[in-house]
């Protein structure tokens, strides 16, 4: 995700010397070890280039090169998917440059590292809230850069990803009879994550909990929010037959 703003972000940070013969844990002068890490790179072999990065720093820690070597070694370690060691390399890089002028982008490389790791619904989410804190950071910090335009985007996604493990939770709980903890399931996300997509089927579980529940009056309260806000929806025109079968007076008033 994000690949060409990360290409040309790390453009900055190259060096040149192509055709640099490996050198890797061998002592060697900077400019030289760093050339031969930017060109592993650019042959695609990002694990190396990672370590190779990491000997400019280890090799000439007070030299320049090791700042651009610390943040070319936390992409290159996103490039090989090696996701933690890219978030601690960008780290280091913050720790030690916090007002460098590349911090937007260690910060934004941090937040694409937790991005890449979301798993399914299904899974501990975890990692997506770290990725949603991560990317909202970027936002905040950096509003009128690229990477917190990207950022917004990517918030949301992972939104609607927290809601639909909200949701999931939520079914779970209903088809075993627990409607009481199924409603302060979709109750978070239509006060959390209202403007997700799963917001029209958690007004209607909630339609379908209250009725479960016998507060017929909660359920029409909720099927009048969803024709409110989704007239013609799908899942208005359930909530609707449902409120009609279920609690008929409360629907004709």
Not at 42 to 67: C, I, M
Not at 87 to 95: E, G, T, V
Request: hydrophobic residues 40%.
């Amino acid at each position: 995700m994000g690949g060409t703003m990360l290409l040309g972000g790390c453009a900055a940070f190259g060096g040149g010397g192509d055709g640099a013969k490996d050198t890797a844990y061998i002592a060697r002068d900077v400019e030289t070890l760093y050339a031969s890490a930017k060109e592993r790179l650019d042959r695609g072999n990002a694990p190396l280039a990672a370590a190779l990065f990491d000997e400019v720093e280890r090799q000439h820690p007070y030299s320049p090169w090791a700042r651009r070597a610390q943040l070319m070694s936390s992409f290159s370690y996103y490039v090989a998917r090696d996701y933690n060691k890219s978030i601690s390399a960008a780290q280091r890089f913050l720790s030690i440059h916090p007002g460098n002028k590349d911090a937007p982008y260690a910060y934004y490389l941090i937040a694409l590292s937790y991005y890449e790791q979301i798993s399914d619904v299904t899974r501990d989410q975890k990692v997506t809230e770290q990725a949603l804190a991560a990317l909202t950071e970027v936002n905040r910090r950096f509003p009128t850069t690229e990477y917190a335009a990207d950022a917004r985007l990517k918030l949301d996604l992972v939104n609607d990803h927290l809601a639909g493990k909200e949701m999931e939770i939520g079914r779970y709980y209903q088809r075993s009879g627990r409607w009481l903890a199924a409603q302060i399931r979709f109750q978070n996300v239509v006060e959390k994550f209202q403007t997700t997509s799963h917001t029209p089927e958690a007004l209607y579980r909630l339609t379908e909990s209250s009725l479960a529940l016998g507060v017929p009056a909660e359920a029409k309260k909720y099927a009048a929010v969803l024709g409110a806000n989704y007239p013609g929806n799908e899942w208005y025109e359930k909530a609707f037959e449902l409120v009609n079968k279920e609690a008929p007076t409360l629907a004709s008033n």
